[in-house]
């Protein structure tokens, strides 16, 4: 069983910053992405960025040169940080990792149980 254990999210103003981090731990064979999502009330969750194992990444587009997304820690870790956050921004971000297990060789997605981020305008 892997846990992935959130932190980092708060309440801050329009045009502040925010770094998000997610550290995985448990029986994993290899970690072959790692990123973050996030649902508003009322809506979808959605992607907003994600890091995969060669250091490919990909941002949604309304975060593309406002968040950028790394891994530390023997790649067990995936940070976010946020800058020049929007109102729009606000939401229950959500940790994902793709992790190949150790026993069985297959690749099992896991969440996180999400962490808050408000954003005032």
């Known amino acids: 069983q892997v846990q992935l254990v959130e932190s980092g999210g708060g309440l801050v103003q329009a045009g502040g910053s925010l770094r998000l981090s997610c550290a995985a731990s448990g029986s994993m064979f290899s970690i072959n992405a790692m990123g973050w999502y996030r649902q508003a009330p009322g809506k979808q969750r959605e992607l907003v960025a994600a890091?995969?194992?060669?250091?490919?990444?990909n941002f949604a587009d309304s975060v593309k040169g406002r968040f950028t997304i790394s891994r530390a820690n023997a790649k067990n870790t995936v940070l976010l940080q946020m800058n020049s956050l929007k109102p729009e921004d606000t939401a229950v971000y959500y940790c994902a990792a793709e992790v190949l297990g150790l026993a069985t060789m297959t690749e099992t997605t896991y969440w996180g149980q999400g962490t808050q981020v408000t954003v005032s305008s």
């Open positions: 890091i995969r194992s060669g250091g490919s990444t």
